[in-house]
């Protein structure tokens, strides 16, 4: 996504007359029987890799600080590497990345040598062989006024098992987790109703079972774990029936206390925010050109902002992008950031949803001890967040959840007496409600009367 194609680009714009995509569309909707109008937005084309070149998934582990994704980004920038998503959950502390990448074997290999050369980096890790759950989050802005195309489009949510975000008199905003290939099929068959804008967050993966991503990584995130594994003893049930761990690599109990045993790669379900500062919304879309993810989050770190939140993913059109990013700052310190942004060459748009109605989403795989007597507790706990179990095994269980930043947090905490042994986060992406709901606004409300 940030380098070199490997394949001639495709022409993918809006329909104009004798164009291939016109063409293309007509075809497509001759074959399913639908006016070829519904085809006067965006049509999405697959492209094949050159012969050697493979996606590679890349779990990087950092201690976080101001100009980290820069940083990590520069590794790739510098090297030419072809990435096509990235999703980092981030704290004020710590941050876990997870990178995919196109190239041979040789040089991810040598990309992940690098990485694991950096100060602030645990552990990096790729996880292309193993056996892991992965989830991705869209939210697609589609053509569909109320009317016969609106009912048809309903009927695939329901397959799709979508969701309805926002509602207005000629568009609907949906937002769908799952896998590549299920994001990708959804994708095909919205195609046809015309795509207006879609916000995709990278990839997120998590190991299946007991096995944690530090596990044959680089760094020294493992020998950590490893060597606090020796060090904690196991420890009985509790007499006030609370699960505990057994072989103590999560919780240290001592007496009728249980104390949380600090785990590497846990992150929290939530940025703690800057009261002084409020969180800004930039959607920026860019081209597909080499290191324009350092060039963009380079901008931020020469001026000391700390990023809250980062999801990078292809958007509605061929060769395009869309960054979603998450700042703390000042109403007069975001207008020079769009300012500096927009003299990058690479940089299309750049749009600061803060002010403007606006929903948004992020995903969480978040792995959790449990023995079979508790599977039914955990499963309910699912279900009441209107979360999914994606991976089950003998001792351990992950669910994934979908949803603002409250709603992550309040799952977490009530997790934590299970003993939570991984968390994987997106960053969350955002598109502008045509329905112009301001749920911010809303939230103020009490009975008729706004809080200040």
């Not at 934590?416 to 991984?422: R, S, T």
Request: aromatic fraction near 4%.
């Amino acid at each position: 996504m940030f380098s070199q194609s490997l394949l001639p680009q495709l022409s993918h714009s809006v329909r104009t007359a004798a164009s291939p995509t016109e063409a293309l569309a007509a075809q497509a909707a001759a074959t399913s029987g639908q006016n070829e109008e519904g085809y006067d937005v965006y049509v999405s084309q697959t492209q094949l890799l050159e012969e050697g070149i493979e996606k590679h998934i890349l779990s990087v582990f950092v201690a976080d600080e101001a100009g980290i994704i820069n940083r990590v980004a520069g590794v790739f920038a510098r090297r030419g590497a072809n990435i096509e998503s990235l999703a980092v959950g981030l704290n004020i502390d710590k941050a876990l990345f997870t990178i995919v990448v196109n190239g041979t074997a040789a040089t991810v290999s040598n990309l992940v040598k690098q990485l694991s050369k950096l100060v602030k980096v645990k552990y990096v890790e790729d996880i292309t062989a193993a056996d892991r759950v992965e989830r991705e989050l869209v939210l697609v802005k589609l053509r569909a006024p109320p009317g016969p195309a609106r009912t048809e489009v309903m009927q695939l949510l329901d397959i799709f098992r979508a969701r309805v975000v926002d509602v207005s008199e000629r568009s609907l905003t949906l937002c769908c987790t799952g896998d590549a290939g299920k994001t990708t099929a959804l994708e095909r068959v919205l195609s046809k109703f015309g795509i207006l804008e879609l916000a995709r967050t990278g990839k997120i993966s998590l190991k299946r079972g007991e096995q944690l991503l530090e596990m044959g990584g680089w760094g020294d995130g493992f020998a950590l774990r490893q060597k606090r594994m020796k060090q904690a003893e196991p420890q009985a049930p509790s007499q006030n029936g609370a699960f505990q761990s057994m072989d103590g690599d999560v919780y240290i109990v001592d007496g009728n206390q249980t104390g949380v045993w600090e785990v590497e790669n846990v992150l929290d379900a939530a940025y703690d925010r800057d009261p002084e500062f409020e969180p800004h919304t930039l959607s920026i879309e860019v081209q597909d050109t080499p290191g324009v993810l350092n060039q963009v989050t380079g901008v931020f770190a020469r001026r000391g902002y700390n990023v809250q939140s980062l999801a990078v993913g292809n958007s509605e059109r061929e060769g395009m992008s869309r960054i979603t990013m998450v700042v703390p700052a000042d109403e007069n310190g975001t207008g020079k950031l769009i300012k500096q942004l927009n003299k990058l060459v690479a940089v299309q748009k750049v749009t600061d949803l803060t002010d403007a109605p606006f929903t948004t989403r992020e995903l969480m795989l978040i792995k959790v001890r449990c023995p079979a007597s508790q599977r039914r507790e955990l499963s309910d706990l699912a279900h009441i967040f209107h979360g999914n179990i994606c991976d089950v095994s003998l001792t351990t269980v992950t669910l994934e959840i979908q949803g603002k930043e409250d709603k992550m947090r309040a799952l977490q905490e009530v997790l934590e007496p299970y003993g939570i042994l991984e968390v994987a986060r997106t960053g969350r992406v955002a598109l502008a409600r045509d329905s112009g709901v301001d749920t911010k606004f809303l939230g103020k409300l009490q009975t008729g009367r706004i809080m200040m």
